[in-house]
Each structure stands twice: as C-alpha cells, then as structure tokens.
C-alpha cells in the first residue's frame, strides 16, 4: 500500500508539475497577447493621430483651394476690365492720332497758301480767328469753345495742348 500511495503521490506532483507549466504557458501567453494589444493600441492611436492631422491639412488646402479660386477669379475680372480700358485708350489714341493728322496734313496744305498770299491785301484782311477747321475734332472740338470750328492758330494750339494734356493725365490715372 505504501507502494500504490507513493505512486499516486508521485502521479499528484507529476500533474501538478503539469499544471504549473501549462498554468505558466498560458499566462506567459497571456502577457505576449497583452503587449501586442498594447502595442496595436498604441499604433491606433498613433494612426488616429496621423489621421487627424491629414485631415486638418485636407481641410486647410480645400480652404486655401476656394480662396485660390476666388482671387483667380477676381484677378480674370480686373483683367477683362483692364483690357477693355486699354481697348478704349487705344481707341482714343487712334482717334487723337488720326486729328493730328488731318491737323498736320492742313497745315502743309496751307504752307503754300501762306506763302503765296503774304503781302496781299486779302492774306492781311484775314485775321486768325478767322480760320476754321475743316474736319470735325470729336472731343476735342467739344474741349474748344465754338465747337472748335472757329479758332485762331494759337488758341487753336493752345486748346489742343490742354485738351491732349488733360486726356493723357485722364488716361494714366484711370489705367493706375
């Protein structure tokens, strides 16, 4: 009987030496599934935190996105507006250029007019407010008085000058 109890104690520390090494490998287990559960929490979070930060940046860009759009938009605007006063400035000034013209071709045909009529009676009966304009002036006949149709050579001039003077000071600031 000694035998069989000695068997079966041997048999008890047997299972309980077991039961130890099982009960060890489990939570040996237990704490190798703890620290990577630590360890997937800590790469969420830090996902979660890139995330957060991707989408504060996302939001940040769609906003300097719209703002980008908007000022493009403007500027097109300004742009249209721009070219349109430089359309009209480049008409004027074809306008202009085109009276200076006409104004210089008149005056070459009225050199030899000049010339051949010094010293007769009817050159020295015209005074120069007597002279007309033989073309219409646009804005700048509205700038003289009379319509710009009746001015001396020098009033005449001086309209001119005031008139071209006051259109180009009119002209730079309306393109500044």
């Not at 929490?41 to 906003?63: D, G, V």
């Not at 430089?86 to 010339?115: F, I, K, T, V, Y």
């Not at 010293?119 to 007309?132: F, Q, V």
């Amino acid at each position: 009987m000694k035998k069989v109890i000695l068997e079966m104690e041997d048999q008890k520390h047997s299972y309980e030496q077991k039961a130890k090494e099982s009960l060890q490998k489990v939570l040996e287990e237990k704490m190798s599934a703890e620290q990577q559960l630590q360890s997937t929490q800590r790469s969420l979070a830090l996902a979660e935190q890139k995330c957060e930060e991707w989408r504060s940046q996302y939001e940040a860009l769609k906003e300097d996105w719209r703002t980008l759009g908007t000022q493009h938009r403007e500027l097109e605007s300004q742009l249209h507006v721009l070219q349109s006063k430089l359309q009209g400035a480049d008409s004027r000034d074809l306008q202009m250029n085109q009276a200076l013209r006409l104004l210089e071709n008149e005056h070459q045909s009225c050199r030899p007019r000049l010339r051949a009529c010094r010293g007769t009676e009817t050159c020295a009966a015209r005074t120069p407010s007597t002279y007309k304009v033989p073309f219409p002036l646009g804005p700048v006949a509205e700038a003289c008085p009379s319509g710009g149709r009746k001015l001396g050579g020098k009033a005449l001039a001086f309209h001119l000058f005031d008139f071209i003077t006051s259109f180009y000071l009119e002209e730079k600031a309306r393109l500044l």
